[in-house]
Structures are given as C-alpha cells and as structure tokens.
C-alpha cells in the first residue's frame, strides 16, 4: 500500500523527524482562493516562498510540472489552478498519467545541500538496508546507473537493530562535519524506527536536505507498506487514497483476488501464483500478452470466480480469456458453475478457453459442454495457450 507525500510526513514527524509546515488543498470548490488562504496562513507561520505540490502516488512529479515554487501569492493562485486536476505523465505513471485531485502548499526551505536516503528490506543479506547518496534529487535508479560509486548502503542486522555507528557511516558519505554528524544518527534513527514500528516496505526521503542552519530536514517523503502487515496500523489503512489505485485492483482487493493489471489482451483466471506466473510465461511463449495476473485462490466459490470475471472484462484491452484450473482444495465442477454463471451473467461477447484438471474434472467439462456457451476446452496448458493466442488475434 501507497501513501501521498503529506500524509508520509505527518506520520514521520509522529516520529520526530523534521519536516516543513503545510497544507492540504483537495479539489472542490475555487481551488485558487483555497491555496491562497492555505498560503497567508503558512506566512503568517513566516514562510517566505510558497512550494505547491501535487500529491500523486508517482515520482518525478517536478518534471511533469507537478511542483511549483511560488514568490508571492497571484503565484500561487496561478500554479494551484494549473496543478489540480492535470494529468501527470512520469516514468512511474505509464503514458497515461495521473489525474491530480489533491495539493500540498508547503513552506519553502533554505537549502544548502541535497541528499538521497532510503530504507529498504534486503532478503539477499537477510537484513534492512539503508541507502544513502550525496546526489540527492535525482532518481536513484539513475544514480545506480550513471554513478554507483555514489551510493553507500549500509545493512542493519534486524537482531541488533539501529545503532549509533550506523548514522555515523551516512554521515561520513555524505560527508558532513562533526556536529551535523550528531544530527544525522539521530535523524536517521527516527526513520529506521518508523520503517520498522509502521511495518514499512519502503522509506525513501529524495531529497533529505542539509539546511543553511545546519540541520538535517525531509523534504520529500515516499512510504510504502507491507500489506500483510496492516491489520496492525488502522491510522495507515485509513491513509488510503483509492483514487490513486486501479479501479480492478480496489474491486478485487474488496474480494480476495489477487490481481495485478498488466499490458495485453488475454485475461487470465488461474488458481495459485504459480501457476498463474507459469501461465502467462506459456502465453507469451506462444507469442501472446497477458492482460493481468489474477489468483482466486484455492478455495474460491462460484460467487468470487463471478466477480474475478467481471474484474477481467473491466479492461477494454481484453480480447480472450484463459481460465486455468488444477482442481484440489479448488473443485473442477464447481469452478466450471462460476464460469457459466459469470459467462451468462455479463453476456460474454469474448473468446473464452478452459483447462481443468484435478479434483472432479470430469464432472467439470460435463458441466461446460452441456452449458450451451461457446466455450472452447483444452486438453493441456500448451493446448490452453495456443487456441487463447489464436482467439485473441483473431478479434
């Protein structure tokens, strides 16, 4: 699960973590006389320049336009306009961007130098690892690319956790002095406690910056959450913006299916993610796209195979379906009912083809051959991946 950058920061100074003043602006209502109230109010707190943000779950929101810095307030009024409610293209949004439907006004900083950190779990080393960079600003992953001399990682071994002496190995990469150096363990620690206490999959704080004062602040923060583990943290589940999220993610997260959009045309409904991942590997193998990779699970009813059909005919890419089942907790008879109820309920206009095998597979074919539905059967996955890549071009 994904946060916005402002709600990144209220959960971080919980924690102590220094981060600018600011103020959350949604759509509805005049967007610009709202900014400009949001903004004499962080004057009044003695903001000078005024940064307005759109609040999207992508980086590099500065270079599509995203991030405006603004000297006065028709500034402000004029950047809030432009932001709310433009589509962001980034290279983390895909060709077709994000809409803006919330901005963050933010005090300016004083700046004196830019860093990188981040926070990551590394199975590789069996422990969390945390990443820091004097090219602060830039992506990281551009920095990996052009400069990895310039990214110092330092593993934290999970038994032992946050130690003093880590802080001081940041530090002296990022090449502070003596007394920023106190600053820098402790800010660090603060985050590596926030990593761990919030259960966090990733932290990365792009740009930490180092203030003419001499203190360390965050000025962009990006958290994200292991989802097995959010049964602990109602305030995070509470942060979740389901605007940012694809509309078949958010219905299939509402029943159980785990399911994740991707860029073909073939729809793909398997039992297990192994067997899904094999599946389409074999579809493209045979010269296919995969439109998504949805698990129903091992103990699906008819009811949720409905729904991860409705699911899979959300997307107006789709131009066959799979359906792959190896029956054992999962019966083949029963899987066979979800698919003519689902195919007779939303009116199947698309190709569909069906492997079963396992428990009750005979019963399972009987069912779909005598369902009158022009369903085509296949024998095995090769068979399967053949007739749904034929299928699909030929729509």
Same mark, same amino acid.
């Given at each position: 699960?994904?946060?916005?950058?402002?709600?990144?920061?209220?959960?971080?100074?919980?924690?102590?973590?220094? *981060?600018?003043?600011?103020?959350?602006?949604?759509?509805?209502?005049?967007?610009?006389? /709202?900014? &400009?109230?949001?903004?004499?109010?962080?004057?009044? $707190?003695?903001?000078?320049?005024?940064?307005?943000?759109?609040?999207?779950? +992508?980086?590099?929101? %500065? #270079?599509?336009?995203?991030?405006?810095?603004?000297?006065?307030?028709?500034?402000?009024?004029?950047? @809030?306009?432009?932001?709310?409610?433009?589509?962001?293209?980034?290279?983390?949004?895909? @060709?077709?961007?994000?809409?803006?439907?919330?901005?963050?006004?933010?005090?300016?900083?004083?700046?004196?130098?830019?860093?990188?950190? =981040?926070?990551?779990?590394?199975?590789?080393?069996?422990?969390?690892?945390? !990443?820091?960079?004097? $090219?602060?600003?830039? &992506?990281?992953?551009?920095?990996? /690319?052009?400069?990895?001399?310039?990214?110092?990682?330092?593993?934290?071994?999970?038994?032992?956790?946050?130690?003093?002496?880590?802080?001081?190995?940041?530090?002296? +990469?990022?090449?502070?002095?003596?007394?920023?150096?106190?600053?820098?363990?402790?800010?660090?620690?603060?985050?590596?406690?926030?990593? !761990?206490?919030?259960?966090?999959?990733?932290?990365?704080?792009?740009?930490?910056?180092?203030?003419?004062?001499?203190?360390? /602040?965050?000025?962009? @923060? #990006?958290?994200?959450?292991?989802?097995? @583990?959010?049964?602990? /943290?109602?305030?995070?589940?509470? !942060?979740?913006?389901?605007?940012? &999220?694809?509309?078949?993610? *958010?219905?299939?997260?509402?029943?159980?299916?785990?399911?994740?959009?991707?860029?073909?045309?073939?729809?793909?409904?398997?039992? =297990?993610?192994?067997?899904?991942?094999?599946?389409?590997?074999?579809?493209?193998?045979? %010269?296919?796209?995969?439109?998504?990779?949805?698990?129903? =699970?091992?103990?699906?009813?008819?009811?949720?195979?409905?729904?991860?059909?409705?699911?899979?005919?959300?997307?107006?890419?789709?131009?066959?379906?799979?359906?792959?089942?190896?029956?054992?907790?999962? #019966?083949?008879?029963?899987?066979?009912?979800?698919?003519?109820?689902?195919?007779?309920?939303?009116?199947?206009?698309?190709?569909? *083809?069906?492997?079963?095998?396992?428990?009750?597979? $005979?019963?399972?074919?009987?069912?779909?051959?005598?369902?009158?539905?022009?369903?085509?059967?296949?024998?095995?996955?090769?068979?399967?991946?053949?007739?749904?890549? +034929? +299928?699909?071009?030929?729509?």
């Amino acid at each position: 699960m994904n946060i916005h950058e402002y709600q990144a920061k209220q959960l971080l100074s919980k924690f102590g973590v220094r *981060v600018s003043p600011g103020r959350l602006i949604e759509e509805g209502g005049n967007v610009e006389d /709202h900014a &400009e109230n949001a903004a004499k109010e962080l004057q009044r $707190e003695g903001a000078g320049i005024i940064v307005v943000k759109a609040q999207v779950h +992508a980086g590099g929101r %500065g #270079k599509a336009g995203g991030v405006k810095v603004c000297k006065d307030l028709p500034a402000v009024r004029a950047a @809030a306009k432009d932001i709310m409610g433009k589509t962001l293209v980034t290279p983390q949004t895909g @060709a077709q961007g994000k809409v803006v439907h919330k901005i963050y006004l933010e005090a300016g900083s004083d700046i004196d130098k830019e860093f990188y950190l =981040g926070i990551v779990t590394d199975r590789s080393v069996d422990s969390v690892v945390i !990443m820091a960079s004097t $090219e602060g600003g830039m &992506e990281i992953e551009e920095v990996a /690319h052009k400069s990895p001399e310039k990214i110092v990682m330092v593993p934290v071994d999970p038994t032992t956790g946050y130690q003093a002496f880590h802080g001081r190995k940041i530090a002296k +990469a990022l090449g502070l002095t003596a007394e920023q150096t106190k600053d820098c363990v402790k800010t660090v620690g603060q985050l590596f406690k926030a990593y !761990m206490d919030l259960d966090c999959s990733q932290l990365e704080i792009n740009p930490l910056i180092l203030k003419k004062n001499g203190e360390l /602040h965050v000025l962009d @923060a #990006k958290m994200n959450f292991d989802d097995n @583990a959010l049964y602990r /943290h109602p305030e995070v589940v509470a !942060m979740r913006d389901l605007l940012e &999220e694809n509309p078949q993610d *958010v219905e299939a997260s509402k029943f159980d299916l785990a399911y994740i959009a991707l860029d073909g045309n073939i729809g793909c409904l398997v039992n =297990g993610a192994g067997l899904a991942m094999a599946t389409m590997d074999i579809i493209k193998l045979n %010269g296919g796209s995969p439109a998504n990779f949805l698990d129903v =699970g091992g103990g699906a009813s008819k009811e949720k195979v409905t729904h991860a059909f409705k699911i899979i005919l959300q997307d107006p890419k789709v131009k066959a379906i799979l359906v792959n089942i190896f029956g054992g907790i999962m #019966k083949c008879d029963i899987i066979a009912e979800g698919v003519i109820a689902a195919a007779k309920e939303l009116q199947l206009k698309v190709p569909l *083809v069906v492997r079963l095998e396992g428990t009750n597979v $005979e019963k399972g074919k009987e069912i779909l051959s005598k369902s009158g539905l022009k369903i085509t059967p296949a024998d095995d996955l090769g068979d399967a991946a053949k007739k749904v890549v +034929a +299928a699909a071009k030929n729509q």
